[in-house]
């Protein structure tokens, strides 16, 4: 059964940092991961949509990373803002079936002026 | 390209009542997939319809139920609602296998 974990659940940084926000799934075969934004209330943005086949994928001050070996995905945001606090969530597509989403419980950032 | 659109944005009803949430997906999809949020959570699979059907069920009662109309729309209904029910509901289409896109959300508060 595919679980997704994400650490830390809380964050709180000073503008500028750097940050790096950590994913784990227990099972390597999903079809892609996708990170997703957040804001209080609200729906979900996608961010960034990493294909099984790709290791990485960049938008912006934005860059996720894939290793589906070790059951891994990082968001490295760059430069951080204020206006990046959110809720940041993961999730891995099934490969079969529904193709459903396994989603993580969310870190929550927030980025102090 | 409208993306997914959800109705209504937000709802407040009552224990006991029940509730219909509507979906329509994007452009060239046929899939239609409901998830549940509860507050401090992860969205949570509820159901996918394609061709009309359901075709898998995540782990909801049968208080859950919904429908695909033939424009591939989709509803999602919710009988005796309960207080735990309060969530944002959302829905993800697709074109069978793509990846799934998602619509903004529809808030239900359950009072």
């Known amino acids: 059964k595919q679980e997704v974990t994400q650490i830390p659940a809380a964050l709180s940084v000073p503008e500028g940092e750097n940050l790096v926000l950590n994913c784990s799934f227990t099972d390597s075969a999903i079809y892609n991961l996708q990170w997703f934004r957040q804001d209080p209330g609200k729906g979900l943005t996608s961010l960034l949509l990493?294909?099984?086949?790709?290791r990485e994928q960049t938008s912006g001050r934005l860059n996720a990373s894939l290793d589906k070996s070790s059951g891994r995905s990082t968001l490295y945001i760059a430069a951080s803002q204020p206006g990046d606090s959110a809720t940041y969530l993961c999730a891995v597509q099934l490969p079969s079936g529904t193709y459903k989403y396994i989603f993580g419980t969310g870190t929550r950032l927030k980025v102090l002026a | 390209d409208a993306g997914v659109t959800q109705s209504p944005t937000h709802l407040i009803k009552t224990r006991g009542q029940q509730v219909t949430l509507r979906c329509s997906p994007k452009s060239g999809h046929d899939t239609v997939s409901w998830y549940q949020q509860a507050l401090g959570q992860g969205p949570q699979f509820i159901f996918q319809?394609?061709?009309?059907?359901?075709?898998q069920r995540g782990n909801f009662p049968d208080r859950f139920s919904g429908h695909q109309f033939p424009n591939y729309s989709s509803e999602l209904n919710v009988n005796a609602l309960l207080l735990g029910d309060s969530a944002l509901y959302l829905c993800?289409?697709?074109?069978?296998?793509?990846?799934?896109?998602f619509g903004p959300g529809t808030r239900l508060t359950v009072l």
């Open positions: 993800a289409s697709s074109g069978g296998t793509d990846t799934q896109y």
């Open positions: 319809y394609y061709e009309e059907e359901e075709r």
């Open positions: 990493i294909q099984s086949s790709q």
